[in-house]
Nanobody, 132 residues
Framework: QVHLVESGGGLVQPGGSLRLSCEASTTVVRLYTMAWFRQAPGKEREGVSCIRSSDGSTYSSTYYKDSVKGRFTISRDNAKNTVYLQMNSLKPEDTAAYYC?????????????????????WGQGIQVTVSS
């Protein structure tokens, strides 16, 4: 069983920054595709960013939703079993509950890593609110 725990959310003013962390219970980060999703009230859950690397490789494939490109950066620390989402230049429309998710690399084509239905393991979610 894989457990994911998010941290780092909160209230920030427009233009500010936050860094979300997702700590996994096992060596998931190294062997799985990891992703961040978000869901605002009354809206569907949407894929924000994904990251995948092959075991033993330092290279990672990444995906970003168009609206966050250039502002958000996903990264991983295999030694800490943790994935991060650095969010800069935050906008009010970034306000949502953010979720970390994980799926085995062989169970998911990376080109569809933004589809939430592809993931079996989820964190509990953390709120990000961008407001003045």
């Amino acid at each position: 069983q894989v457990h994911l725990v998010e941290s780092g959310g909160g209230l920030v003013q427009p233009g500010g920054s936050l860094r979300l962390s997702c700590e996994a219970s096992t060596t998931v980060v190294r062997l799985y595709t990891m992703a961040w999703f978000r869901q605002a009230p009354g809206k569907e859950r949407e894929g924000v960013s994904c990251i995948r690397s092959s075991d033993g490789s330092t290279y990672s494939s990444t995906y970003y939703k168009d609206s966050v490109k250039g502002r958000f950066t996903i990264s991983r620390d295999n030694a800490k079993n943790t994935v991060y989402l650095q969010m800069n230049s935050l906008k009010p429309e970034d306000t949502a509950a953010y979720y970390c998710a994980a799926a085995p690399n062989d169970a998911l084509l990376f080109r569809v890593c933004h589809q939430w239905t592809k993931y079996k393991y989820w964190g509990q979610g953390i709120q990000v609110t961008v407001s003045s």
